[in-house]
Every structure is written in structure tokens, then in C-alpha cells.
């Protein structure tokens, strides 16, 4: 997703009222928050830093860390899968801003103040949503935001993944904009999009219509540098042309598109009209590493105080500590891995904030790899069920290599903190597969298999009967895989050996293998680049960002854009159907239940993200809050204080 998902995505219905759902059909715009409440956030680690100060007579460029190899690599708002990552997202809405913003500090929840739009109205039994702009908002260059620029986006967005699904991170053949069979712009503050189907209310609003971020139709409907501004761009023949010189993504087809061409982002004028706080001044192509600054005419809800920003490239998790050490980082999420240099941190002047993100995580099982027939064992829910049986929350969360105890558990796709309008103790605070050595081998011996601690355990009664191995397991199949990690942190490598350790204790074998977040991203997850490398068993990444309506749709439904390992479960396909398109307010609960039993990946404890601020550095507690709920970036709001 582009815009209310910033890094991934995956809850539980309540009642309407209690999600803010109207008789006219309106999501509501909730009360907007205090901007300065400072109060202690429950289950939190440290202390944020002060709220405010006497602002310095001369304010600098802020600097913050890149995850470490991973700087962004894009800057067009319409992402391609490859270039999908928490520093692209970022980068791009330092500049160009969604209709909805979110979070809205540690709440999950649309930030109105920061938002473009007021809520969609929905009518025509939700096939139809009304959407009707905030006034204010304009362009860098003065030109105000109108529904046109909303409209130029979503034909834009539409030309995009008709020439290749992956232009698009996120998209999933048959949802938004494909499910759209109309979209208008009455006037120049209201869009009236009509969708081919009932949808969920919420649904459609943070998940479809979530996608929209308005684009300047005056300064990018062209199809040439030197052509002239096309106002007629509401056909799929123009905007595919558009799309080709903005993004163009298939270099046999014609030159680079713009946003291809990374040695022009801060020359190019095209990346000089924003909405956003900031725009690009300076940007190496061999790392990401850039500096934006500030947009002197932003129309947001506060008048930005810092010179610009800094985002900071680092060869690893080592040297960016050291640059914190150095006080060369103004703010940032400090690696977790290092949590022992806290102290030495606060000695500095730093203060440490933290809590956990608004994310899942889990391992990622591949149901296709054929090695082995490792892809027919996980599509046993009872190798399943065992595996998870040997994912030891308390001792990873205990763990001094691993999380030190600043970490909260996971259950299944609803992380137990922080809490949402849609947590409940039936899907958020019970395990129903608690870490049972016994367990997971009677789940194996009770269905076929010769469990040998150790060693590698086989299938030794092969079929599809109650107490047999399963269909498409041969007599002689052993229980061992490849593991794949990110390394771009030791924590992934330890996560590793300490599954490894505990699956050995039933004959489960798994051989780890390190690589790059981004590797894994572009290579291992990239279906347009199929390699043999593909025959990975099982992958850990990192983790999966919730929406607002946090349902698994695109992640583990079978035809799910972000379906990584082919997971297709009967069950969990129609509870997600339901989540989408039944009015049911409890639908979205029947889902993480079932997701919770039947397993589509194996579950993992959730991180407390710390957060690092120097001193000197202030700013209301918000706009803190909501960078390690939902590594979200808000800047403008902070300045150095005397």
C-alpha cells in the first residue's frame, strides 16, 4: 500500500460506533489530538524528549540515520515493488503527502490535522465514496490542490500497473484502481470514485482510497520534458504516456523515465513542486544518502522552524552507532542490537524513547519450493502448528543478544502492543500454540513422521489419512530447509540460531543464510526475476506493517500481491474475502482468528523501536511518538532549541 501502509501491511472489528461510523454513511473524522500532550504512554521504555524550548537563532539541517545498506533508491510517489522500503516511503512524503495521514502519534489512527481530505462518504450500498479536499493546502509554487491533481494521480496510478503489476508496490490484481469503474471530479475540491462492488466501509476508505496521493497535474501531466502541460490526461492511452516519461520502468521501451535517472533528483524542476514539508537539494545515487530543505511555502498545519533535513547513508548497524557516539545524529531509531551503549548514549545528552511498532512479525514459509517437498510439508497445517510450537516468544523476547526484554509478543497478525480500536484479548493476548517441545513432536509422531532429535526426521507413513504425512509427502522426506535472514543486523542472524536450536529438538533442520534486506526484497521476493534462488523454504526479513483496517489482504490471501511464499489456505481466503466485501463489522475479527490458528507464516515477537533524540532537539510529543509506532518521519514539527 502507498499511502496509509508505510511499510507492509496487517485486526479486529468492533462495533461501528466504536469506529467512528455514521448514519450518512461517513467514516468520521475523529477530534483532532493534542498537539503537546506529554503524558507517559503506558508500557513505553524511557522518556521522550522535552516538548518545547527557546528556538536557537540560527537552525541547521537535521540529520537522521538510513537503515544501514538500505538508503532509498526512488522518488516518483507511485513505488515499484523492488524499490519498496520504510526509507523510500519516507523519503517520498517528506514531499508529496497522502489524503490521510497516519499514525497520530502512538494512536493508530488518521492524524486529520496533517490530512488533505476530510473523510469519504459512502453511499450506493459503499459502491460509491465521495471525497471533498481541505481547503489551504496547496503546491510549493502557490498553485492550490484540487480534486484534478487527485484524478491525475489515479490515472497515473492506473496506467502504471496496466503496463506491469510490479510498477505499483502493493497492488493486487482485481482491487483499486482496477475495482474503480468510474472516478470524477464534480468540482475543484470533490472526487466521486464508484467502485464495481459492495466493499467494507473501512476497507475501502484506508485500504483503496488510502492509496491516493494528489499529484501536480500542472507541472507533471507531460509527456516530455519540453512538451507542453496536458489537461486532458483522464484516459488510460495518456496517462500510460505520462507514466512512461515520469517513472518508466521498462528501459527497452524508450529512454530512462525521470524518476529512473537518480544523478538529476536534485536538479530535476519536476522534484521541485511539493506539498510536502520539504524538497530535495542534494542526493547520492551510490547510497541514498541525501538532504532535503525546507519548503518555505508549505501550507500544512505548522510553520517548519529547521533549516532542511539530512538523511545519513551507513555501511552498518556499527558505524552508525558510532556517528550517535560522535553526536553527529540528531534523531533516529537506534539499532537494537547496541542497546548496551544506551547508557553511554544518555551520558552523551541523548535521550531514549521507546516503544513497539506498529507491526507483525513472522517467518515467511515458501508453499512452492519443491525442494524436498518442503512446499507440500508447510502446506500441512500440523507441521505448521508444531513449528510454531518451537518459536519460543519469551525466551527471544528475554533474550540479552536478541531483544533484552524490549519486546511484547505476537500471537498472530495483531501485535499485543500497541493496542488499536481493534485489539482484543480473544485475538491479541492468548497463545494458542504456547513453546511446547512435547507438543510439536506429538503434532510429527502423530502423523506419520520418525522424529529424531538432532538429526533430520522423516516421513515414515506417507498419505493423506488423519495420521498420515500428508498429500504430495514421500516416504523418506526429510523435515530440513534452507532459512534465510536479513543481515543487516546481528539480531536477524540470532533470531536464526535460536530457531534453528529449537526445531533441531524435533529432527527440524534449517541452514541459515544471511543477506541483505534489500537483496532479499529484489531478488528473493521479486516475481518478475524469478532465479533459482526462488527455492528458498523459509525467510525473516523484518517485519510487516499493520494498516488502519489491518485485515492480511495482499499478504495471506492466495492471490495476494505481497503473497511471498505462494500461501494459499482455504480458510484464511474466505475470511479475508469477508473482511473486504462483507458489511459485517465482526468480519474483520473472524479473520485474525483464523489467521491466529491456521498459520499462514510462524509468528515472532514484536520489537520496542528506540528512539534516539540529542539534546537541543524538541518538539511536541506526537511527533515523536508515532516514529517508532510506525517509523513515520515528522520533521517539520521539531527544531533545536537554545
Known amino acids: 500500500m502507498r499511502a496509509l501502509s508505510k511499510a507492509g501491511c496487517v485486526g479486529v472489528a468492533v462495533a461501528a460506533t466504536t469506529l467512528g461510523l455514521v448514519a450518512a454513511g461517513s467514516v468520521s473524522g475523529a477530534t483532532p489530538r493534542v498537539a503537546d500532550a506529554s503524558a507517559a504512554v503506558p508500557g513505553s521504555y524511557g522518556q521522550l524528549p522535552p516538548t518545547s524550548g527557546t528556538p536557537a537563532s540560527k537552525q541547521g539541517i537535521l540529520t537522521y540515520p538510513l537503515e544501514p545498506g538500505s538508503g532509498p533508491a526512488w522518488i516518483f510517489p507511485i513505488v515499484p515493488g523492488a524499490n519498496y522500503t520504510t526509507d523510500t516511503i519516507s523519503f517520498t512524503d517528506y514531499s508529496w503527502r497522502p489524503l490521510w495521514w497516519d499514525p497520530d502519534g502512538t494512536k493508530i489512527a488518521v492524524d486529520w490535522t496533517q490530512s488533505l481530505a476530510n473523510a469519504p462518504v459512502f453511499t450506493d450500498d459503499n459502491k460509491t465514496a465521495t471525497i471533498t479536499l481541505k481547503s489551504g493546502w496547496k503546491w510549493s509554487d502557490g498553485q492550490p490542490i484540487t480534486s484534478q491533481d487527485v484524478l491525475f ?56 482510497l488510502g492509496e491516493l496521493i494528489p499529484l501536480p497535474a500542472h507541472a507533471w501531466a507531460e509527456t516530455s520534458a519540453k512538451g507542453p502541460i496536458i489537461t486532458d490526461f483522464a484516459n488510460l492511452k495518456t496517462a500510460e504516456k505520462i507514466y512512461d516519461f515520469l517513472a518508466n520502468s521498462n528501459p527497452k521501451s524508450g529512454p530512462l523515465g525521470q524518476a529512473e535517472d537518480l544523478k538529476t533528483y536534485a536538479t530535476n ?15 547520492d545515487p551510490a547510497t541514498g544518502g541525501f538532504t532535503m530543505l525546507t519548503n518555505p511555502n508549505y501550507s500544512g498545519p505548522v510553520k517548519t522552524k529547521i533549516a532542511g533535513i539530512q538523511g545519513l547513508y551507513f555501511t552498518s548497524e556499527s558505524s552508525e552507532v558510532d556517528a550517535y557516539l560522535s553526536g553527529d545524529i540528531d534523531v533516529g531509531l ?3 542490537a547496541f542497546a548496551a551503549q544506551i547508557p553511554a548514549l544518555r551520558a552523551k545528552g541523548y535521550t531514549i524513547w521507546g516503544y513497539p511498532e506498529d507491526e507483525f512479525g513472522f517467518v515467511v514459509l515458501n508453499f512452492k519450493d519443491p525442494t524436498g517437498d518442503w512446499g507440500h510439508m508447510v502446506n500441512q497445517l500440523y507441521v505448521r502448528q508444531a513449528m510454531q510450537h518451537l518459536v519460543d516468544q519469551e525466551g527471544i523476547i528475554k533474550s540479552r543478544a536478541i531483544w533484552g526484554g524490549l519486546a511484547v509478543p505476537d500471537y498472530g497478525p495483531l501485535s499485543t502492543a500497541p493496542p488499536t ?111 533459482e534462488e526462488k527455492l528458498w523454504g523459509m525467510e525473516e ?80 510529543s506526537f511527533s515523536f511518538e508515532n516514529l517508532p509506532s510506525d517509523a513515520v518521519y515528522n520533521p517539520e514539527y521539531w527544531y533545536f532549541a537554545s
Open 334 to 336: 537506534f539499532p537494537h
Open 153 to 208: 494521480d489515479f490515472w497515473v496510478y492506473k496506467a502504471a500497473i496496466t503496463l506491469s503489476p510490479e510498477n505499483a508496490a502493493g497492488y493486487t490484481p482485481g482491487f483499486f484502481p482496477s475495482d474503480v469503474t468510474s472516478i470524477s471530479a464534480p468540482n475543484s475540491t470533490t472526487v466521486v470514485v464508484h467502485f464495481n462492488a459492495t466493499h467494507n466501509q473501512l476497507f475501502a476508505f484506508y485500504s483503496e
Open 421 to 531: 480500536v481493534f485489539t482484543t484479548p480473544g485475538d491479541a493476548e492468548i497463545d494458542p500454540y504456547p513453546f511446547s517441545i512435547a507438543d510439536a513432536k506429538a503434532q510429527l509422531v502423530n502423523h506419520g513422521w520418525k522424529v529424531v532429535p538432532g538429526g533430520v526426521s522423516t516421513c515414515i507413513n506417507p498419505g493423506s489419512g488423519p495420521k498420515q504425512c500428508g498429500v504430495g509427502i514421500k516416504e523418506g522426506d526429510g523435515l530440513e530447509t534452507n532459512y534465510y535472514y536479513a543481515n543487516n543486523s546481528p539480531i536477524g542472524g540470532y533470531i536464526g540460531e535460536a530457531l534453528a536450536s529449537d526445531f533441531s529438538k524435533v529432527g527440524i533442520k534449517l541452514t541459515l543464510i544471511g543477506k541483505g534486506f534489500n537483496y532479499m526484497i529484489s531478488t528473493l521476493d521479486d516475481p518478475a526475476a524469478p532465479t
Open 269 to 283: 524542476p519536476l522534484w521541485q513542486v511539493v506539498d510536502g514539508p520539504f524538497k530535495i537539494s542534494a542526493y
Open 541 to 620: 526479513f523484518g517485519y510487516y506493517t499493520q494498516t488502519l483496517y489491518p485485515t492480511a489482504f495482499g499478504t495471506f490471501n492466495t492471490t495476494g500481491s505481497d503473497n511471498l511464499g505462494g500461501i494459499s489456505i482455504p480458510a484464511v481466503d474466505q475470511a479475508i474475502n469477508g473482511s473486504v466485501f462483507s458489511t459485517n463489522t465482526r468480519a474483520l475479527e473472524h479473520e485474525i482468528y483464523v489467521e491466529t490458528y491456521d498459520l499462514p507464516g510462524l509468528f515472532l515477537p514484536n520489537e520496542y523501536r528506540l528512539l534516539a533524540v540529542k539534546k537541543g532537539v524538541v518538539g511536541p
